[in-house]
């Protein structure tokens, strides 16, 4: 079914998480049924349809490589052929069929992954019609998925394509305490979100604690944060039971399968540990209530989001293993981010936590390298220890383990996806732009070159493509 | 009777102002200095007495009695001026409690914010700590949102806080004032028109008003007379408009009523750059709102640069949520996308106080002007700097804000409460 050229890779290092491609069904043993006529849960689940675009090898010489993986290169080359990292070194020579790209002056990059966009879900130009990323209709949705809320033609896209983005996560929003699943995308120009669906990538689960919640549903409840708890709770008891009789059935597979539940289905493979968990969560004591709820349910939190505390409780961050997505300096638009610190990146890290820089906004994602450089430098200015290469991994490595697509992306590194960009200078300095954007090999960008400057339909006739960027 | 009681209290703010500085000379020297007015001056002194700057230069006779601040190395210039804030308005968005900018109804030209400002509000801090001294803070609903005002970020009483008041007159002109004209941008202006035509007729007849001899009016007889500034030229009129036809509209109205305008948003005003230079009309701009909307799909990255070609003065602003303390990086982007260094600086000091007609003591490094004053570690308009020292009427803010105190609370867990 999945022809990528990452498949195999991607057989090895995922196992165990829900494919794109692989049944709903919840057990992990099931395939397509020998049986002559199946049920749905055992047929290929809204498969991902994405392929590599064919892309000449590239190699960009001596420019200064940041690897995400390991100290930065003076003067380094990087080779990619067919979507795959060649090599990354000091004394490559480029083959005779690549396209050779001075890299003079210049930076190279992974691509960078946003952990928590709502492009697609909430499109530009912002209109009831493209706001699709709440289904605040109840305070558990945990059977909707954003994938199919996804507008591949949110004019949104291309700009943060611009800004040197390859892969996102597009989560559903906050005002539920179980929101939906999320989809991990290929931040490339397509038709179907089917074709950008990153192939082999886990499912999220997006999850919300304190006021949204808390503010969207208080005239039926819950209107407190004892009452979101309260929420979770009783969703997992019935995810817990749903597994359970599942599990049973399939060892016999004897007698009518249990009841199919959209909802329970998703929760349940949360519990099998098949889908990530991504909890909206900013102050620093809810934060220890979620970890005490996935310890009553037994799964893991991947990583909370938003995190504006996060500093005060790095260290339970790091015990537990969790991953801070967070903003650099977002600040006191309502009571749960009144506590803010531009220092709070640094702090995680200092702690020996994972802190990842995400955008939820569609101006942010444009320039995940800028925030980065400011949660950088706001911690450097206080004496925090943190550096250069670890202040790069918060927007490619980090973000691609919280999404479990580290094996494949978010460094630069033999055998990985060729996600890389070219930036004109520094990417922590104001004045560097993303010069060139590869996505698995493919040249999706070029700021010189006006035939690599993707448009979306929206702008037809309103805006033209590239211009002015 | 309410609008004279403004009038009396706007006038104490002023009389207030040179008496809160406090009696110091001090000397910033060696620094590579900016003064935006001129061309930069390496290892300049900066002097500052009694919160005015007292002299600028390579060859200034530092006072014995002066105290030196050594900016060897460092990048001295003027304190940045934010065109477009509700600091001191609001503290926490989301709670209403804390929000003073929003006027209900329509027509609030009479609502004057400065009473609102709350000087112990944390954000003031955050936001000087990274450079900003000066600020714009207004009123943000309504079609005619009401008066902005000028305020130093210095102080603990509005009173030593206001450096003019009013400072502008604010309207709206994008989609959000729709509904105050029945629904349509075409009633919006009729409304407008209406509004200012009764703003005038009030001014002719005030006795005619007052003994009840005129027909109805459309707005009450305190926003009539805030108006009056507005039509006489005297004040200027920020227009929020971002749709090249609501750019238009605008300067249409300002032909019409001879209305000193500023268009603030300004999303296409670069499909119009021509128009607005020779109508000397400024730009107030966040060159990073580049979201497409039907109320301004047509943003650019490099609507600065187009607009400071054809001669159009641009004010740099930002609207992140990490808040004012992104202006410098407004800044940068300007440049990352065309437009000069000593531009982009100016379009966050002197241009912005050009606008508001506050360059007689704002925006530069020049004798006699406000000691507003900004050390930074290395390039401002970068990330890799940051403000050493900031002086605001000659005096030195500390490196304190409620941000630093979480940090050092929290800097090594657990804390100790």
Known sequence: MLRSSIMGLLSLTLAGCAGRTQPATPSPAAGPSAKTTTLSWERSQYPSTYKRKPNPPVFIRNATIMTGAGPEIARGSILFREGRIVAVGTTLEPPADATVVDGTGKFVTPGLIDTHSHLGVYSAPGTFAESDGNEATNPVTAQVWAEHSFWPQDPQIPLAIAGGVTTIQALPGSANLIGGRSATLRLTPARTVQEMKFPGAPYGLKMA???????????????TRMGNMAGYREAFI?????????????????????DRDLQLETLADVLRGRILVHNHCYRADEMAQMIDLSHEFGFTIRSFHHVVEGYKVADLLAR?????????DWCCFKMESYDAVPQNAALITQAGARAIIHSDDPIGIQRLNQEAAKALYAGQQVGIVVTREQAIRWITANPAWALGIDSVTGTLEAGKMADVVLWSGDPFSIYSTADQVYNDGWLVFDRHDPRHQPSTDFNLGIAEPGVGR | MMARVRVLLVAAMIAALPAITAAQTIAITGGTVYPVSGPKLEHATVLIRDGRILDVGTSVTIPGDATRIDATGKWVTPGLMHANTTLGLQQVG?????????HAGDINAAFNVAEGIDPATPLIAIARLEGVTTAVTGPSSGLVAGQSVLIDLLGDRIESMVARSPLAMVINLSESSKSAGGGSRAGVLEALRRLFTDAQEYDRRKADFRKNQMQALSASAANLEALGPVLRGELPVVIDANRQS???????????????????????AWKLAGELAAANVPVVLNPIDDIPSFDGPGARFDAATL?????????????????PRNLRWSAGHAVRFG??????????????????GADDRYGSLERGKVANVVVWSADPLDFASHADHVFI????????SRQTELLERYRKLPPSY
């Open chain 2, 94 to 102: 989301s709670v209403d409690a804390t929000n003073e900018a929003n």
């Open chain 2, 393 to 400: 009427r000659g005096i030195e803010i500390p490196y304190t």
């Open chain 2, 307 to 323: 607009l400071q070609r054809a001669g159009v003065s641009v004010v740099l602003t930002e609207s992140q949520s990490g808040g």
């Open chain 1, 320 to 328: 537990e293993g969790i991953a801070a997505s967070v903003w650099a």
């Open chain 1, 238 to 258: 019935r995810a817990e039971q749903y597994r359970h009789k599942w599990d049973e059935w399939l060892k016999s597979r004897k007698g009518n399968p249990p």
């Open chain 2, 246 to 268: 609501d750019i238009a509209s605008a300067l249409r109205l300002a032909r019409e009523f001879r209305l000193k305008l500023i268009i603030r948003g300004g999303v296409e």
């Open chain 1, 209 to 223: 604690c304190g006021e949204n919640p808390k503010r969207v549903y208080q005239s039926r409840g819950p209107s």
């Open chain 2, 339 to 356: 437009m000069s260094w000593d531009a982009a600086l100016a379009a966050i000091t002197l241009a912005p106080a050009r606008a508001f």
